[in-house]
């Protein structure tokens, strides 16, 4: 009983229904990705790269034929991760030209060079392959001290568009009042005493209504574009480099 209740607590971390609603603190950020990531899933075929994969969360919602997984080499990683090849960080353990599609989700802010980054992701996707890459911009540090940068609409395009991606789709995510509700409930689990029982009572009793309250003040108030969670591009690569 106790596995079974670890997995639908791990499943709604990343694919929230109702349940999610009213145990998971990131509820209104996690379920917009998702919802993104369903949308233009149906373009990700073929041999896919997840590129800094861990669980593999999102596999599900694409065509892919065959799905590969990478992750940099360290121990959490091996003890945690569903991926199925490790990397220096450097340069990935794959031929040129060799992907249909890539996914990367979530993980660009943690890339300190990211023009290295789009360099491999552009060399083993093969001339017209499709990337998925999603990436946060109003988000507090993560992961620290591997938390480097947080990107504008702008600023994401550009980078792509230098290393021989053009774009095909963006998407802003939560461009209402749930951004300033998701800020709020991931203070109060940051600042919550770091005991998971405690954390989980309090996202019940408390970031749980506040979550509800996000989700009928989002219907209600404008919506502002230029203040939204996450950037989620669809590109294709145009250019070798």
Same mark, same amino acid.
């Given at each position: 009983?106790?596995?079974?209740?670890?997995?639908?607590?791990?499943?709604?971390?990343?694919?929230?229904?109702?349940?999610?609603?009213?145990?998971?603190?990131?509820?209104?950020?996690?379920?917009?990705?998702?919802?993104?990531?369903?949308?233009?899933?149906d373009n990700i075929s073929g041999k896919t790269l997840d590129v800094?994969?861990?669980?593999?969360?999102?596999?599900?919602?694409?065509?892919?034929?065959?799905?590969?997984?990478?992750?940099?080499?360290?121990?959490?990683?091996?003890?945690?991760?569903?991926?199925?090849?490790?990397?220096?960080?450097?340069?990935?353990?794959?031929?040129?030209?060799?992907?249909? +599609?890539?996914?990367?989700?979530? =993980?660009?802010?943690? &890339?300190?060079? @990211?023009? *290295?980054? !789009?360099?491999? #992701?552009?060399?083993?996707?093969?001339?017209?392959?499709?990337?998925?890459?999603?990436?946060?911009?109003?988000?507090?540090?993560?992961?620290?001290?591997?938390?480097?940068?947080?990107?504008?609409?702008?600023?994401?395009?550009?980078?792509?568009?230098?290393?021989?991606?053009?774009?095909?789709?963006?998407?802003?995510?939560?461009?209402?009042?749930?951004?300033?509700?998701?800020?709020?409930?991931?203070?109060?689990?940051?600042?919550?005493?770091?005991? +998971?029982?405690?954390?989980?009572? =309090?996202?019940?009793? &408390?970031?749980? @209504?506040? *979550?509800? !309250?996000?989700? #009928?003040?989002?219907?209600?108030?404008?919506?502002?574009?230029?203040?939204?969670?996450?950037?989620?591009?669809?590109?294709?690569?145009?250019?070798?480099?």
């Amino acid at each position: 009983m106790i596995s079974s209740l670890k997995t639908v607590i791990r499943k709604e971390q990343f694919e929230p229904g109702i349940i999610g609603l009213v145990i998971n603190p990131f509820y209104i950020a996690r379920k917009a990705l998702l919802e993104s990531i369903k949308e233009l899933g149906d373009n990700i075929s073929g041999k896919t790269l997840d590129v800094g994969c861990g669980t593999k969360p999102y596999e599900k919602y694409f065509k892919s034929s065959e799905y590969i997984g990478l992750e940099i080499e360290t121990t959490v990683h091996r003890e945690v991760s569903k991926a199925d090849f490790f990397y220096d960080g450097t340069k990935f353990p794959f031929n040129n030209n060799e992907f249909d +599609s890539i996914v990367t989700n979530q =993980v660009f802010e943690h &890339v300190f060079n @990211p023009d *290295s980054f !789009l360099n491999e #992701i552009n060399r083993v996707l093969k001339k017209n392959g499709i990337l998925l890459l999603t990436v946060p911009f109003v988000w507090d540090e993560h992961e620290q001290p591997y938390d480097f940068a947080r990107y504008s609409s702008f600023g994401i395009k550009s980078v792509l568009e230098k290393n021989g991606f053009e774009i095909i789709a963006h998407r802003k995510t939560v461009t209402n009042f749930g951004v300033i509700i998701q800020l709020i409930n991931g203070y109060i689990y940051k600042m919550t005493v770091r005991n +998971s029982l405690i954390r989980q009572i =309090v996202t019940v009793l &408390v970031m749980f @209504p506040l *979550s509800i !309250l996000g989700i #009928i003040l989002s219907k209600i108030l404008p919506s502002n574009k230029d203040l939204y969670l996450d950037n989620i591009i669809l590109a294709k690569k145009v250019n070798d480099l």
